[in-house]
């Protein structure tokens, strides 16, 4: 864990107990690890406005995660909010924020460019979202790995069938959309890729 987190000791072993539990294929702590690279490489280019909240957004994201339940982002921001205050009481964190953050990845696949202009940070916004979905641009074998994850996942709470028609329905909502990220520096730089992966995972042709 790099050291500008400054979690305690015992904050840092409930996070990752929780990202163990249940076993998980795709969403857990090495997801983290993944988005996190992509939060490096925003910092390095245009970077953060509130780089402490979105550190923590992104390592809370999916703390709570389970395939049969729809209130996981909810729950994952109220663990957050309940592990910070305990943990980094005067550290003068905007837990508002993170929680807010955490709770927008419940809508992925639904927001434009624009929804958050009004938005006192924006930029932070797309590009905390955009780095959650960076997966879509990985290379094809990465993607494949993830793809296959997500449905082992589901595995044994969702029927097969209906897995498949939700999956396919959602990558088909994203290729066609006009911009898949929301930000100029990932439509910029995985765009072309996002795209050649959910075409080849919405025809079937690995």
């Not at 955490?102 to 006192?120: K, M, N, V, Y």
Request: glycine share 8%; hydrophobic share 40%.
């Amino acid at each position: 864990m790099p050291e500008s987190f400054a979690l305690e000791a015992s904050q840092e072993a409930r996070l990752r107990e929780a990202y163990a539990h249940p076993p998980r294929a795709y969403h857990n702590f090495g997801h983290v690890e993944e988005v996190m690279r992509h939060f490096d490489a925003v910092a390095e280019g245009p970077g953060w406005r509130q780089p402490r909240e979105v550190r923590l957004a992104v390592l809370y994201h999916d703390a709570i995660y389970e395939p049969s339940r729809g209130d996981n982002e909810a729950r994952s921001a109220e663990f957050a909010r309940e592990e910070i205050a305990a943990a980094t009481p005067a550290a003068g964190i905007d837990v508002d924020r993170v929680a807010g953050l955490i709770e927008l990845t419940a809508r992925h696949g639904r927001f434009g460019p624009g929804d958050f202009d009004d938005d006192a940070h924006p930029d932070d916004v797309r590009h905390f979202l955009d780095c959650d979905m960076a997966i879509l641009g990985a290379a094809p074998d990465a993607f494949d790995a993830y793809d296959r994850g997500i449905a082992s996942e589901y595995r044994g709470h969702v029927p097969g069938w209906l897995f498949r028609i939700n999956r396919r329905r959602f990558l088909k909502g994203l290729l066609a959309r006009e911009r898949i990220f929301l930000s100029d520096f990932f439509h910029e730089r995985l765009d072309a890729r996002a795209r050649a992966n959910l075409r080849r995972a919405v025809t079937g042709k690995r």
